[in-house]
């Protein structure tokens, strides 16, 4: 190696300032219940795995709208990350109504929290028919969703091109003064099966070369792989499972079940999740947090007396001993997670 290109070899590619922003940048943060109990930082894949439905979408619109959020605006706290979400909806059913419903409820919610004594003496004076239409702040409201890029794939080579495109996106993103902060996956599976179906997935018609099932996880992963590299994100991605081991989900039920089935050996249970996993190997390398939601027997109440689906979430990797249930209610349309304890 010549002086030159050693030199060249050892020049530094970003200043001390750059460092100390980029490294205190990526600290480890918490998300709102029910993902609080492992904190996540730059580089972790988190994978949320459950029969369909189980409320995976919704948890990550909630997991979305943490990020997008600012930490404080105009003196009110929000406790938001103010980080760029890009949403890769895989199975074409996202409902942007949700998100917007979901945020501006956030927003009003803190709002009234900041502001006290005001807003229940502004509360009062509202009619109760009208109390839908207090009103938000727009600005923070347009400003959030501006840093949630959604995007839609409907096979794996699309999935491959807006991978290898997304660096662009957020360069483009960045310039506009958003960090980005988690790339969401919904469905990580779902064209798992179409693509097992066929023999091969052609690049061209004049290439003979073609991408098998494993070749085309491979790729994806990749893809992600380098741009973490260049990006310091989070990925959370859902999964639907296709077989669950039948065991009562009830509490009581579950507190008569043997210990090992519930919190058994972390090993023993890391190598036999209570699904049968359908993923290449390549993804389930990737993965550094695993998440398992299932329906409970137990109904919730509401205020109404409505009785509501509750649901039960198990962290598998890291193995925690506690289990979170939680229900998703709906106030007013304005759909939100609540952990029971």
Not at 148 to 161: A, K, P, Q, T
Not at 274 to 290: D, I
Not at 302 to 308: F, T
């Amino acid at each position: 190696m010549g002086e030159h290109e050693a030199r060249g070899w050892i020049r530094s590619d970003e200043t001390a300032k750059q460092m100390l922003s980029r490294v205190l940048g990526d600290r480890a943060f918490l998300l709102l219940p029910p993902l609080h109990r492992v904190p996540l930082r730059a580089g972790n894949v988190v994978e949320i795995t459950g029969s369909s439905p189980t409320a995976k979408t919704q948890i990550l619109i909630q997991a979305a709208i943490t990020c997008i959020l600012p930490k404080t605006w105009n003196g009110v706290h929000y406790g938001g990350l103010e980080k760029l979400v890009l949403f890769l909806d895989l199975d074409c059913r996202f409902d942007v109504l949700r998100l917007s419903d979901m945020l501006k409820n956030r927003l009003l919610e803190a709002y009234r929290i900041g502001n006290g004594a005001w807003w229940q003496l502004e509360e009062s004076n509202v009619k109760t028919q009208d109390k839908s239409k207090i009103v938000y702040d727009e600005e923070l409201y347009v400003s959030c969703m501006k840093r949630f890029l959604y995007l839609r794939c409907y096979d794996s080579l699309e999935l491959l091109s807006t991978l290898k495109t997304l660096h662009y996106r957020i360069r483009l993103q960045e310039a506009c003064g958003s960090q980005v902060g988690v790339l969401m996956i919904d469905s990580i599976g779902a064209f798992h099966w179409t693509d097992r179906l066929s023999s091969s997935l052609a690049l061209d018609k004049n290439n003979r070369k073609s991408l098998s099932l494993t070749n085309v996880v491979e790729t994806i992963v990749q893809e992600m792989k380098k741009l973490m590299q260049v990006h310091s994100l989070v990925v959370i991605a859902t999964k639907a499972t296709i077989y669950e081991e039948k065991y009562p989900t009830n509490e009581n039920n579950r507190n008569i079940s043997s210990h090992s089935d519930l919190f058994g050996n972390p090993s023993s249970k890391a190598q036999q999740p209570p699904f049968r996993e359908f993923m290449p190997s390549s993804w389930q390398a990737f993965v550094t947090h695993k998440i398992f939601i299932r329906k409970s027997d137990d109904h919730h109440k509401s205020l109404g007396q409505q009785n509501l689906s509750a649901y039960l979430l198990e962290w598998l990797q890291p193995q925690l001993s506690s289990i979170d249930r939680f229900i998703v209610d709906d106030v007013s349309k304005l759909s939100h997670l609540q952990v029971l304890l």
